[in-house]
Structures are given as C-alpha cells and as structure tokens.
Nanobody, 115 residues
Framework: QVQVVESGGGLVQPGGSLRLSCATSGMLFSIHAMGWYRQAPGKQRELVASITNGGSSYYADSVKGRFTISRDNAKNRVYLQMNNLKPEDTAVYYC?????????WGQGTQVTVSS
C-alpha cells in the first residue's frame, strides 16, 4: 500500500522560507518523476514543481527562482525549499508522482504566508 506523508508547512511572514518534506513508502520511488502540487481555497490543484528520476526539474512560472525541488532516492523522499514566500503562495501543498496518481494523494501540509 502506497503512503505519502507531507510535512513542514506552517505560518510564515512574506519574504520568509519553509522547507517541505514528503515521505513515501510502498512505491518504487526511484523510477518515478515526483511533483509538488498546491491547492489554494477556491482554486484547482496545480503543479508547482517536479523532478525526474534523473534529477531534471520543472517549475511553474509563479515559483521559478524562489522554489527548489530535490529528491533523495535512498530515503524515498522529495523536498521543496521555498524562499521569498508571498501571500499568493498560501495553499495546501501535496506531493505525488508526475503525472499524478489519484489514489496516492496524501493529506497535504498547509502553508500560510501572512503578516
């Protein structure tokens, strides 16, 4: 059974930083491209960053230059370093494969950027 657990969210002031972590189990992690997604209130879930099994990365224009995705295949984890956070980054953040696999969504971690 695949499990995905996101952590590291919280309340941060504009301009601050957070590092999200996603722990996975039950999947052959190293073969999958992994993505970080977010869903703000009233909006659709969107892909913000992804990383292939070879380490190539993609970023949505809205986070390019501020977010960095990384992975540790030995630990079956994927990370999202978020710097210079803005109020519009407020959302629940999820990780999943890219493209996403429906049954593998976790509970997400809330990120709130507010002064």
């Amino acid at each position: 059974q695949v499990q995905v657990v996101e952590s590291g969210g919280g309340l941060v002031q504009p301009g601050g930083s957070l590092r999200l972590s996603c722990a996975t189990s039950g999947m052959l992690f190293s073969i999958h491209a992994m993505g970080w997604y977010r869903q703000a209130p009233g909006k659709q879930r969107e892909l913000v960053a992804s990383i292939t099994n070879g380490g190539s990365s993609y970023y949505a224009d809205s986070v390019k230059g501020r977010f960095t995705i990384s992975r540790d295949n030995a630990k079956n984890r994927v990370y999202l370093q978020m710097n210079n956070l803005k109020p519009e980054d407020t959302a629940v953040y999820y990780c999943n494969t890219d493209p996403s696999n429906g049954p593998w969504w976790g509970q997400g971690t809330q990120v709130t950027v507010s002064s």
